[in-house]
């Protein structure tokens, strides 16, 4: 007869499901809860089981971000300069120099960076192709706007990508110009294609490994058992980043489980999946194929998000589509019907509306299939897009630290008017529209303890505003906690498997050094991961 238990995880306070018993001790076998009480209960197993005393710390179930880019965030800190505490155009300038000389770049070859946001300028100026070139003329410089929909670069990128004054916008996007039809070296949207198709992509498979395992690493460090990740524009190849997740979750060496979403922008792109063996919601051990992923509009910040009226700071903007209805309809469509479930990125309300009218058309079909179709961000909304959400069982995929950065902005890009629907995440759930919790990272922190502190006080880290911003928006903690665990469980149909802390589920569970329930709120974001534990293993 083999043994009882592998390991019992024991003298811990466990956070449970509201009327749920108490319990201070969980056993596992194979990686999964087979039993749990009472500590007095498991004096009754005589066994070798593994006992890790937990001494009286606060347990809760791992937590997952529902929507990052792993690949893009590790590249960004092993390879990239980081320019997100950057304050002016100046400093700017100083750093990327340093980054040159500290990483001894030789002249022609790229200088990329990401993290900068104009918003943090005291002038609030865009950097632009002159100011870069203050910094070389010898190196192509590429250098992505925090939000990663608008990046700037130098005479010597433009050159490379051959854009001039006769170089036109392509559709769903722009070529910054001058008043005399210059490029300014902003390009915005799909016109960054331009330069990102010429330049070197992450091809190495053993680059690719070191990526994705550093990610997951430094994920596990905050609490995360499970990540979303839309990885696969920012290599060469999609085929090969597949074989590298594929032999990871094979050899057992994804350090936390990994849901794929598939990055498409044109019907080919779901083809080329379907040719490549996959399907949503198959899985490899700790790798789950999840949805095709597809993006509709830009951001706020860089005011590409796409609105049915102007923005309140740049009349005449409405932002950008980046596709026709006609060809989102067509993504949606071939998506279902190739067996895969969809999630879409979406800010504005006009983009919003028109992924909404998609999935209307398609309800039977993605109902017949069992697939749970969402929306990433949700940001500017109305009452008649909250009302289909729910209409449609359409999943709110959230970003509460999102507000560590948009309370700032957000009024003076939209008006006070449209507001009333925009980060309205109580409302959502209050109308009983299911919302998932993630970050958007590298865009902003991954630590879910920020997202649930930001939801839950909607306040930045700083504390501010005073009093909160839209206080009446605020996510009691339970609500807060369930949007990084049972809620996102639920949106890769994994609700019966983790999410919470009961008998046949992971043993995928986080160790904090205070209790989340009972902490005063404003010290959520100050509470500590002491460890993470994966499928009964301490990481």
Not at 83 to 95: C, G, I, W
Not at 337 to 347: G, K, L, P, T, V
Not at 514 to 538: A, F, M, P, S
Request: aromatic share 10%.
């Amino acid at each position: 007869m083999g043994k009882v238990f592998d390991k019992v995880f024991a003298n811990g306070r466990f956070m449970r499901s509201k009327g749920k018993k108490k319990i201070d001790f969980v056993a596992v076998k194979n990686g999964k809860i087979v039993k749990y009480g009472r500590s007095e209960e498991i004096n009754n197993y005589e066994d070798d089981y593994e006992v890790i005393d937990l001494k009286g710390k606060y347990i809760y179930p791992g937590f997952t971000d529902a929507h990052m880019h792993l690949v893009a965030y590790s590249q960004k800190k092993l390879y990239e300069v980081a320019l997100d505490n950057v304050y002016s155009r100046a400093e700017l300038v100083k750093k990327v120099k340093a980054f040159i000389k500290e990483k001894n770049i030789k002249p022609g070859d790229w200088v990329a960076g990401a993290g900068w946001n104009q918003d943090q300028f005291e002038d609030k100026v865009f950097p632009d192709r002159y100011l870069l070139d203050q910094i070389s003329t010898q190196h192509p410089i590429h250098l992505t706007r925090t939000c990663y929909h608008i990046c700037v670069v130098n005479s010597k990128a433009l050159d490379l990508a051959r854009i001039d004054e006769n170089t036109a916008s392509p559709d769903g996007g722009k070529i910054d110009q001058d008043k005399d039809h210059i490029p300014t070296g902003i390009l915005r949207e799909n016109a960054m294609d331009l330069v990102t198709s010429i330049l070197p992509g992450i091809k190495d498979k053993n680059k690719m490994k070191e990526l994705i395992i550093k990610g997951c690493k430094d994920l596990a460090k905050v609490g995360i058992t499970t990540v979303h990740t839309d990885d696969f524009p920012f290599v060469e190849d999609k085929k090969t980043l597949w074989e590298v997740f594929k032999e990871l979750a094979n050899n057992n060496e994804l350090p936390i489980r990994v849901v794929l979403q598939l990055r498409a922008a044109k019907k080919e792109d779901i083809y080329n999946y379907q040719k490549m063996g996959l399907k949503s919601w198959d899985k490899i051990n700790n790798l789950v194929v999840g949805p095709i992923k597809v993006i509709t509009d830009g951001s706020l910040g860089s005011r590409t998000a796409a609105l049915e009226e102007s923005y309140e700071d740049d009349q005449g903007n409405k932002g950008l589509m980046l596709m026709s209805e006609e060809r989102l309809e067509k993504l949606v469509h071939e998506s279902f019907n190739h067996d895969f479930d969809i999630c879409m990125h979406a800010i504005g309300d006009r983009s919003m509306r028109a992924i909404l009218a998609s999935y209307e058309k398609h309800y039977d079909l993605y109902r017949k299939k069992g697939f749970r179709p969402s929306i990433i961000h949700c940001q500017i909304g109305n009452i008649d897009i909250l009302n289909r959400f729910k209409k449609l069982d359409i999943i709110a995929n959230i970003q509460p630290i999102f507000l560590n950065t948009d309370w700032k902005i957000a009024e003076s890009r939209i008006g006070k008017e449209r507001l009333k629907y925009s980060y309205c995440w109580k409302t959502y759930m209050d109308m009983g529209i299911l919302c998932v919790g993630s970050s958007d990272a590298p865009i902003e922190s991954f630590n879910p303890l920020y997202g649930i502190y930001t939801a839950v006080t909607r306040k930045d880290l700083e504390g501010k505003p005073k009093n909160g911003w839209v206080q009446e928006e605020s996510l009691n903690i339970n609500r807060a906690i369930d949007l990084f665990t049972i809620n996102a469980a639920y949106l890769s149909h994994e609700e019966k498997e983790k999410g919470s802390i009961q008998v046949g589920k992971y043993a995928d569970f986080v160790i904090l050094s205070d209790d989340l329930l009972r902490v005063d709120e404003e010290c959520i974001k100050d509470i500590l991961v002491e460890n993470t534990i994966v499928g009964g293993n301490i990481l």
